[in-house]
């Protein structure tokens, strides 16, 4: 037998022992594309309903499994109780029974995740993925474009997503499970500590605001969690990582003026002048105002998910912003609380105080095992975080982010259970 040929044996079988969590962990490096990324989701959405015809008590009798369909129906549910008077029946179908697939998705990795060897190399791959992002938008900011010659525009580094900004929402929303696989591998290598500079850099070059805001509680939850379980060694840690971040941050800004600017007008925020609060949100309270007049309007169930942009004009105030201006208003409300109440009304607002009040009890519970899904977790809050005020919660970019990351956080629970 030629080398060749043992060379192409042994590939083939290592791709059969490890096809399974290379398939899940092939999601994160398409969230860079367009749409891409569903590829991989479908063809496991596929497998998941083969495993629940093959086994359907374990969808009721096997905790991570049951917490999963429950942490769905929440969701989904309401996006159901929205479809009969949607305002475009159409629009919001295909929303809604499409978004069928991610629970499937979820069985897959769930049933893959029983492995904690493949959580392991799933966490690993992401560490490796979150890395090439950051590196690559480095190059692209210091040498006007990155590895792909995608072109820098000062103020917003877009990296590897370009031409879409969605870099720094991507690494905010990874950046506890990334921070915590650098802690658990910086015993004797210090060193390693300067990846979480990088990635501090990179989402703070990103330009985004509501990235800035998600990094920020996903980090205070995990420095709040080191303080739990070690306060003695976790204090010391958390002093220097904040003077080493604030430290950069005054580097970047005093020498980078786009940056400074943009961090200039975010402070609006705080002025407790309306006129700077609305410029500093990027001239969110039209948006926000619309969505409470559609609010109180369809207050049960909604104008239907993805239904938003087709009602605008209908609610707004005469001086909206955008109407003003001729255009047709917003695809969505920019605030995930704002979009479930216009959405899918008080039933989805129910719905996602329920899917909370879950996904804090299974925090909880993974906080006193000290197992791996926490920073899982934490991922998966942050990118259900109701504050969030950035891509639509019903599209299916977001979508795809984070039910791809609460099956991995369920599934690492479940890995970690099933060890113990």
Not at 310 to 330: L, S, T
Request: include cysteine.
């Amino acid at each position: 037998m030629s080398a060749s040929n043992v060379t192409a044996e042994t590939a083939g079988a290592w791709l059969r022992a490890n096809w399974a969590w290379l398939l899940v962990a092939s999601t994160l490096p398409l969230f860079v594309t367009a749409t891409l990324f569903n590829v991989p989701l479908w063809i496991m959405a596929v497998a998941g309903l083969w495993y629940a015809a093959r086994e359907p008590r374990a969808l009721i009798r096997e905790p991570s499994v049951a917490l999963f369909g429950i942490l769905f129906l929440c969701i989904w549910l309401p996006m159901l109780t929205a479809l009969p008077d949607a305002v475009q029946p159409a629009r919001a179908a295909r929303t809604v029974l499409p978004h069928l697939h991610f629970y499937f998705a979820g069985l897959f990795i769930l049933h893959v995740l029983r492995d904690e060897r493949a959580l392991i190399r799933i966490e690993w791959f992401v560490f490796a993925i979150v890395t090439i992002w950051c590196v690559d938008a480095l190059i692209q900011f210091m040498a006007g474009a990155n590895l792909l010659g995608y072109p820098y525009r000062p103020g917003q580094v877009s990296g590897l997503f370009h031409p879409k900004l969605r870099l720094g929402h991507a690494l905010a929303v990874l950046a506890p499970l990334y921070l915590d696989l650098i802690r658990r591998a910086a015993p004797g290598r210090p060193w390693l500590w300067l990846f979480a500079l990088l990635l501090a850099a990179v989402i703070l070059l990103s330009g985004k605001r509501v990235a800035w805001i998600m990094a920020f509680a996903g980090v205070a939850a995990w420095a709040a969690v080191l303080l739990f379980r070690a306060p003695r060694l976790a204090w010391g840690r958390i002093a220097a990582g904040t003077l080493a971040a604030t430290i950069l941050l005054g580097v970047v800004a005093a020498t980078h003026e786009p940056l400074a600017r943009r961090i200039e007008v975010s402070l609006g925020v705080f002025s407790g002048d309306l006129k700077q609060f609305d410029r500093a949100t990027a001239r969110r309270l039209s948006v926000w105002n619309t969505a409470l007049a559609m609010s109180r309007e369809h207050w049960l169930n909604g104008v239907g998910p993805r239904g938003f942009r087709y009602a605008y004009r209908e609610h707004a105030a005469p001086d909206d912003f955008f109407i003003r201006r001729g255009r047709g208003g917003q695809t969505h409300p920019h605030q995930m609380l704002l979009e479930i109440a216009a959405e899918t009304g008080g039933i989805g607002l129910l719905g996602i105080a329920a899917f909370w009040w879950l996904l804090l009890r299974r925090g909880a519970a993974a906080l006193d095992s000290g197992g791996r899904a926490l920073p899982w977790i934490l991922c998966a809050g942050v990118g259900f975080l109701p504050l969030n005020a950035h891509l639509a919660f019903y599209g299916s970019y977001w979508s795809s982010v984070i039910w791809w990351l609460l099956a991995c956080a369920i599934g690492a629970a479940g890995a970690r259970t099933a060890r113990a």
